[in-house]
């Protein structure tokens, strides 16, 4: 019979992981606000000079952005792989696997992961910032507003613009950290592993992660979430309806 790693019970292992998910985002929510909150503003700022926002350097923006989603992988995959790893060695005896520290293959991996996928996700946040303010801007000249109130407009509406945003990019890229540090983590342990779906089961869950709880395959193998082959709740693989906002975990089991 197939053991659990990391908790006696798939419920408990669901609270453990989302307690440590709710306190990495809420750090990492922290860090988006403000960043997001400042650059609205020194567009409002821009836009008082005079300035049009066509010619607003956005680069500055894009090159935070970059470092923040790395931080906030890094320390998600981090944090949950070392766990996996820590569980693995008390289930099968210490000598069975490393748990002082992270494989070399690991963080190699994390890095390719952020080369794939930093540039699109940096594009993504640095765009949704400028068409915001563009549609802010729009909204005050379709008013007939002159430039200083749409600035002070743009600077009213940083803060409801980030608080928002922060919040879901948070969520989803610690939670997008967490699925491939667990995953990655359990491939480097070398153990004949199987994963199994959670769902978060509130008000909030998908039908189809609904439909997914208890799902288990071979710890290669893809989970299929409504029709959708994921690697692990949060795969950026996965279609955006089917990853982002989601707390679905996955738990591991030694067969």
Known sequence: MARRI?????????????RLLDR??????RHF???LSSTYREMADWL???NSLDLYNIQSHRERVGQMMASTWERSATTFGQRILDAAGKAHGRHAVQTKELPDAFMAGLMAFQRIWLAQKITQVSGTTMTQAAQVIKRGE???LGVEPIAAMLRQRASVFAGVRAHVIARTETHAGQGWGNQSAAEASGLDLEKEWISANDERTREDH????GQTVGNREMFIVGGD???YP????????QVIMCRCVAGYLAR
């Open 229 to 231: 082959a994921l690697a």
């Open 33 to 35: 606000r403000r960043e």
């Open 6 to 18: 990391g908790s006696r019970n798939r419920r408990e292992e669901q609270a453990i992981q989302l």
């Open 210 to 213: 609904s439909r997914a709880d």
């Open 234 to 241: 949060g795969d950026m693989n996965g279609p955006a309806e």
């Open 24 to 29: 990495l985002e809420a750090q990492h929510e």
């Open 142 to 144: 379709e008013e007939g």
């Open 48 to 50: 008082e000079a005079g």
